[in-house]
C-alpha cells in the first residue's frame, strides 16, 4: 500500500506532463480510486482538483 504522501506525488507527476491528455486524466482518476479509500479527504481534493483540470483542458 502507497502512502498518501507516495500518491499525491505521482498524481503530480501525471498532472505536470505538459503532455496530458485524456488517458493522463484517466491514469490519475485510477490511481486515487485504487489507492486512496472513499473517504479519504485527500482524495476528495484530488478528485475536485482532477476535474477541473479536465475541464479546462476542454475549453
Do not use: W
Request: aromatic fraction near 4%; charged fraction near 40%.
Amino acid at each position: 500500500m502507497l502512502t498518501e504522501r507516495t500518491i499525491e506525488k505521482m498524481f503530480r507527476q501525471l498532472m505536470n506532463d505538459p503532455n496530458r491528455n485524456e488517458e493522463t486524466f484517466d491514469k490519475a482518476e485510477e490511481l486515487l480510486e485504487d489507492e486512496l479509500r472513499a473517504e479519504s479527504p485527500l482524495r476528495h481534493r484530488l478528485t475536485v482538483e482532477l476535474e477541473e483540470l479536465r475541464q479546462a483542458a476542454k475549453t
